[in-house]
């Protein structure tokens, strides 16, 4: 029954795809179209609206609006009724949640896809209680499984369409991974031990907090955590504009955040969404879900490394390499073929232009590259350090739309420099880095900054806070 209800539902939107080789489609077609696709995945639930989130990640396989209009189910989904969540409260511990807690709301806080998170109180202290829809891991299990046969015939169907049928096998690979995944966020004693690890991990970093767990009230399908407050950091508009909050503070302590977790720890918290990252009273980063992570091999942080100091020192034959080690290069593609897009990428990156006039710079050949026979692959442990990426860009983007990524991760990879190696150095395999290279680099562009923020105040031009340093903004009647 379950795969006639997805089929019937899916299917107008597959033959609707199908229909596009024949028709000609307006941006308002298309717009329309995804919404549609997203009240769909809604009404599917929370197997579909889960996949839905890691699919608006994915802008490598889903084009805007729909990747756009997929990142919106990250904060909207509907909330299950109190009683039934109640009842599976009781069931968790034996005894009503009135007996569990000193009190407990009854409107959740917040509603996901798997679970919901209630204030409560207990021995006195104020807590966070997570607790997980019924019936979840069975639901998910049924659909993955028909989903899987319903890919087989979308491909069929798509079958004398390249472009969409390497989509349609990307999402295949999508499945898969989020079939792995998510049997770890359907067992909550799984994320408790995943947010005690993280919380040790980031114990003298005051800037940077992660909530204690309440181990003695941990069971499969309630988690209670220490109550943390803060903003969403999608959120910060009133305290940017009182002057609450320093941006030149914000954006670094998320990179040296996820920096630490990728490169030192090893452990990456993979689902960050808006809604688990929060910035507190004092300024601190607060983290939380923990129940999607990924373990990063020393191979993989040793990778990276090389990459991220390729990229540094604008080394494209560096970066192409990189590339190649991660797994990023597709299995058709040469290196040759990667070489303007990795020249484009990284000369981009170091732009302090805008999201829409970096669009711009590429030229046709590379995005005629990228959208017909991309010689670029996300594997799936890539798609989440793709996915943060993402994200910080698009929260810095918000507040400077003349963001710098390269000017602002430089300083805090030089600052976490010693511990990376000392983590890596652990392997009697690792190579040394050039960092007497990459500092005269970073130098030279520092300087260079200093230059173009003279040159701007000689010539009279208003100057305003940035995140990165770079030139600023002109105002209206500036030259």
């Known amino acids: ?69 997929l990142a919106t189910l990250m904060d909207r989904v509907p909330a299950t009724p109190w009683p039934i969540m109640s009842r599976v409260i009781s069931r968790a511990y034996g005894r009503p949640p009135t007996e569990v807690f000193d009190s407990i709301a009854e409107v959740p806080l917040a509603s996901a896809s798997l679970g919901q998170v209630y204030e409560a109180r207990v021995s006195g202290r104020k807590v966070a209680v997570k607790v997980m829809r019924p019936g979840v891991a069975r ?8 989903t899987r046969r319903i890919l087989v015939v979308v491909e069929r169907l798509f079958r004398g369409n390249a472009r969409t049928l390497r989509a349609v096998r990307q999402l295949r690979v999508i499945l898969e991974e989020f079939a792995f995944r998510v049997r770890e966020e359907v067992d909550y004693r799984t994320e408790a031990q995943n947010a005690v690890e993280m919380r040790e991990n980031f114990a003298d970093t005051p800037n940077i907090r992660v909530p204690e767990v309440l181990l003695p009230f941990v069971r499969q399908h309630v988690l209670v955590m220490e109550f943390m407050e803060g903003d969403a950091v999608d959120l910060l508009g009133p305290r940017v504009a009182s002057g609450n909050l320093d941006l030149s503070r914000f954006v670094p302590q998320l990179i ?51 990459t991220i100091m390729a990229a540094i020192r604008k080394d494209v034959d560096g970066l192409i390499d990189g590339f190649v080690a991660l797994g990023l290069k597709a299995p058709e593609a040469t290196k040759e073929q990667l070489r303007p897009i990795v020249a484009a990428i990284m000369a981009n990156a170091s732009s302090y232009a805008t999201t829409q006039e970096r669009m711009e710079l590429l030229s046709d050949e590379v995005v005629a590259q990228l959208y017909d026979v991309p010689p670029i692959n ?102």
């Open 1 to 69: 029954m379950r795969l006639v209800i997805i089929t019937w539902r899916l299917l107008p939107i597959a033959l609707s795809f199908r229909r596009d080789a024949k028709v000609t489609r307006t941006p308002e077609f298309h717009r329309r179209r995804a919404r549609k696709i997203v009240r769909t995945l809604a009404g599917l639930g929370p197997t579909f609206i889960k996949m839905a989130q890691l699919l608006g990640a994915r802008t490598d396989v889903i084009p805007d609006p729909y990747v756009s209009e």
């Open 256 to 306: 040296e955040a996820y920096t630490s977790m990728m490169m030192i720890d090893g452990l990456f918290h993979a689902d960050p969404h808006p809604k688990n990252l929060l910035i507190a009273p004092d300024g601190a980063l607060v983290l939380l879900d923990f129940g999607m992570v990924v373990r990063v091999s020393r191979a993989m942080r040793r990778a990276l490394l090389d």
């Open 139 to 146: 639901l998910i299990q049924a659909d993955c499984a028909a």
């Open 378 to 479: 996300l594997p799936s442990t890539m798609v989440y350090f793709a996915r943060t990426a993402s994200l910080i860009e698009g929260l810095a983007t918000r507040y400077d739309p003349r963001f710098n990524p390269v000017a602002v991760a430089t300083p805090v990879m030089l600052r976490l420099q010693p511990a990376i190696l000392a983590s890596l150095n652990r392997s009697h395999s690792a190579k040394p880095v050039d960092w007497v290279g990459t500092i005269a680099t970073v130098v030279g562009e520092g300087l260079g900054r200093f230059a173009r923020e003279v040159r701007s105040m000689l010539n009279g031009e208003g100057s305003q806070p940035r995140l990165n340093g770079g030139p600023p903004r002109l105002e209206k009647g500036g030259k």
